[in-house]
């Protein structure tokens, strides 16, 4: 997992967050299921600096598709792809 550093708008401040994901696709959905979260500003993978300018992205279009996913099929889907990735091991 990588550690990523997020500028995020929460009240209409400007603040800095951290998680840490295996890619940035994941790392917007966790600011998507952050409700205090307004907007996504900048992202930084810390282990190459690696930057990301994210600041069109549409926080209640993704919230919206967010809620479409079953959480029961999802949460199978990853069980299922975790015990693939650790018998590749």
Avoid: F, P
Avoid at 5 to 10: A, E, G, R, T, Y
Avoid at 58 to 84: A, K, W
């Amino acid at each position: 997992m990588d550690e990523y550093i997020i500028k995020v708008m929460i009240e209409g401040k400007k603040n800095i967050l951290k998680t840490y994901c295996n890619n940035i696709v994941s790392a917007i959905d966790t600011m998507v299921n952050i409700d205090s979260v307004e907007d996504i500003l900048h992202i930084t993978r810390t282990k190459d600096c690696k930057e990301w300018s994210v600041e069109d992205v549409n926080m209640t279009e993704l919230r919206n598709l967010r809620s479409q996913i079953d959480e029961q099929i999802l949460m199978e889907g990853l069980d299922n792809l975790e015990e693939v990735l650790w018998n590749q091991l």
